[in-house]
């Protein structure tokens, strides 16, 4: 790897770790709307809150190296342009989101 | 040196997209959080191309392009759409308002100068 790549890399890594608040608060808010899907409670607001964080993390998991995480965010986006996402299929992307952005230990 | 205005309401993008573009090609980054703010610091800065979100609040890439053209001080600035939008639809409806070319999210920051440069024709 070249030295700026070997740079770049490493801010990468740096700026992952400052953003870990922000991923987490975008998963938070899916959370939230996934057991309101579950309880049959979902609003239109908060579906279209956790459509635009789906969306957000789509677009920024992959300059980090998670591009699974990307895919997932991608499929819970096109999940939540639904009136009434499915509340299972809702659950477990986001806990295969979580998943992928959770280092394995 | 190539000096590039990113605009999007997303710091870590926008964070990410310097740090890139700083380390691996040495261009000069200039940064708005808005379309509003962009408008204004690309008729202050000159900057050689604009890298542009589409989805921002307020105004949105396309709408802010739009007003850019309206202005001869910055309207032959190129500048490049920034899109989470993966279906053909977009990326034509995009291509359609006359910007230099689209780009990808997520994108890799180890290409996105290569990236740019290709899209622009920059053989430098």
Known sequence: MSEAADKTAALLANLWVKIQPIVEERLAILDRASSAASAGSLSLELRKEAQSNAHKLAGALGMYGFDEGTLVARELERLLDTEAPEPVRFSELVRELRASVTPKA | ?124
């Open chain 2, 1 to 124: 040196m190539r000096r590039i205005l990113i605009i999007d309401d997303e710091d870590d993008i926008r964070e990410v997209a310097a740090l890139s573009l700083e380390a691996t090609a040495g261009w000069e980054i200039l940064a708005a959080h808005s379309g509003l703010e962009g408008i204004r610091a690309a008729a202050q800065e000159r900057p050689d191309a604009i890298l542009m979100d589409v989805m921002m609040p307020g105004m949105d890439g396309p709408t802010t392009f739009r007003q850019m053209q309206q202005n001869p001080d910055i309207a032959r600035i190129p500048v490049l759409l920034l899109t989470a939008k993966v279906q053909g639809v977009d990326q034509r409806r995009f291509a359609d308002l006359g910007v230099a070319g689209v780009l990808f999210k997520p994108f890799d920051p180890m290409t996105l100068a290569q990236e740019i440069s290709h899209a622009l024709g920059w053989k430098d």
